[in-house]
């Protein structure tokens, strides 16, 4: 592939699926507005964006099996982790944007737990087998992940626990 082309795809890919996600945060905002039916617009419009960035992604030869999946998504948490997040986080504290510094820690922080579970999936990928999963719940505050029972408060950011969402 040329050069220019798979730079292309990459910008494409990228855009696309900020779109999708930009897409979906707006779709939760008019189902609090009441709005229903542009609701179900944005998620609708989410999903042939998520189309896109597949297309785009499937192009680059970035869809591969399971286990090479689970080195991806190791790879990319344990640099967020481990580089990413530490910087950023200490700009946002030299610059004192405690929002910011806050959304941070909280990636961070479920960024952890994310790695460690992908680990532990690929451990049965090895194997041959699908990983023994429970029920996974996310705090909607700060990302925080748990299988099984969460917590009566979210360690991260203090939600109580009604507040997961169940996967």
Do not use: W
Not at 35 to 40: D, I
Not at 41 to 47: C, D, K, T
Not at 75 to 100: F, K
């Amino acid at each position: 592939m040329h050069k220019m082309t798979e730079e292309n795809l990459k910008s494409a890919f990228s855009g696309q699926s900020q779109a999708h996600m930009r897409y979906l945060i707006f779709a939760e905002v008019a189902e609090r507005e009441g709005k229903p039916n542009l609701a179900r617009l944005f998620r609708a419009i989410a999903y042939a964006e998520q189309v896109h960035a597949t297309n785009h992604y499937r192009e680059l030869g970035m869809i591969r099996g399971s286990t090479e999946n689970l080195d991806v998504a190791i790879a990319g948490e344990t640099y967020e982790v481990e580089e990413m997040y530490p910087a950023y986080i200490a700009v946002a504290e030299l610059q004192r944007e405690s929002g910011a510094k806050r959304a941070f820690h909280f990636a961070i922080e479920a960024e952890k737990i994310h790695a460690d579970l992908y680990r532990q999936a690929k451990e049965a990928a090895l194997k041959g087998e699908d990983v023994k999963l429970g029920t996974v719940y996310i705090c909607p505050v700060c990302g925080h992940t748990v299988v099984g029972n969460p917590p009566e408060k979210c360690p991260i950011c203090g939600a109580p626990r009604e507040k997961y969402k169940a996967f």
